[in-house]
């Protein structure tokens, strides 16, 4: 494996690094890459997908500043130190535009993308971004062991055996040598209740497919059920904010924009109606105290 097709030789390198940990099976062909996103939210004071078509590419939080995750991204950081660890340093004194761009692998076939966690919709990515990508389980938070390129790795294998809750079920990847929306993004897939909305008009504006998956809902009662999965204060907080009685992503995203709300608080509430929310084919229905995977492809 030599990579010569990855533009950076930091790319390469990072990619040589993890190669050299990694074994098992190839990545079949035909899965894909898929990065989760809010795209109803803003970056750099700009609606995202607007940004999005201004930049043609698809950045880390190293370069936007901004995540659905946790904001770890300046020198010395989390998500910095994560990164050294994993590719050898490489990227230690590399410029933001060099770094990876982070997702998840999609082996369940989910129709809301591999990593809810951190978003409703999602950019599936080309089967040629598998070549230059590397992936590790569980979340590089957890500063995992064990790691994989496209060429060989057992991750699936280990994602598959382990008892996680289903929002923590993904393997994740980082994608090397940038995120075009041209050259590497098959279709931004939305939720559903982004239909009619600007968030539709804006995703128009990009040089790629839309698609639709069924979208995620939760009634108040379901909220209120399962209070217990994030803080009786999150599903009050959720009520609150329902309209005709259930939530959705487009709700919450309107409440982000207000600025009345803490972001933190809003996530937790994203987390609830991911975890409970989902549309059949999400892989996330609730049975007993674990999950039901039921993925399907995006049609």
């Known amino acids: 494996m030599d990579f010569q097709d990855v533009g950076s030789a930091r790319a390469r390198a990072a990619l040589l690094h993890v190669a050299a940990r990694s074994e098992g099976p190839p990545v079949p062909s035909d899965l894909r890459i ?12 700009l609606p995202i997908l607007r940004a999005l078509a201004q930049d043609g590419a698809y950045h880390s939080q190293f370069v936007t500043g901004t995540g ?30 060099d770094r990876p761009v982070y ?15 951190f978003g409703s919709s999602h950019f599936r990515l080309t089967g040629a971004t598998l070549a230059r ?4 389980y569980p979340d590089s938070a957890a500063e995992p062991a064990d790691f994989g390129v496209a060429a060989g790795m057992s ?21 090397h040598g940038g995120v075009d929306l041209v050259r590497d993004v098959e279709a931004l897939v939305l939720d559903a209740s982004y239909r009619g909305t600007p968030v539709e008009s804006a995703a128009r504006l990009l040089p790629c497919a839309v698609e639709w998956h069924p979208g995620y809902r939760i009634t108040v009662a379901r909220l209120h059920q399962h209070a217990d999965y994030r803080g009786q204060r999150y599903a009050d907080l959720g009520a ?21 709300y803490e972001l933190q608080d809003l996530k937790m509430i994203w987390h609830t109606l991911a975890r409970f929310g989902a549309p059949e ?19």
């Not at 997702?103 to 966690?117: K, S």
């Not at 699936?156 to 809750?165: F, G, H, R």
């Open 133 to 136: 990508a590397t992936f590790c």
């Open 34 to 45: 898929t990065l989760n996103f809010h795209p109803d939210r803003l970056g750099r004071g």
């Open 103 to 117: 997702g998840a692998l999609d082996f369940r076939r989910q129709v809301v993308g591999a990593a809810p966690r």
């Open 240 to 260: 609150h904010l329902a309209e005709d009685g259930h939530l959705d992503p487009r709700i919450i995203g309107d409440a982000a924009r207000t600025g009345r």
């Open 281 to 299: 084919g999400a892989g996330t229905a609730c049975v007993g105290g674990g999950a039901e995977r039921v993925g399907r492809p995006v049609a």
């Open 68 to 97: 659905n995750g946790g904001l770890t991204a300046p020198p010395g950081g989390d998500r910095w130190r994560w990164e050294s660890r994993i590719f050898g340093g490489v990227y230690d004194d590399a410029p933001a535009l």
């Open 155 to 175: 991750l699936i294998a280990l994602a598959e055996a382990d008892a996680q809750d289903a929002l923590n079920d993904y393997v994740e990847t980082q994608v």
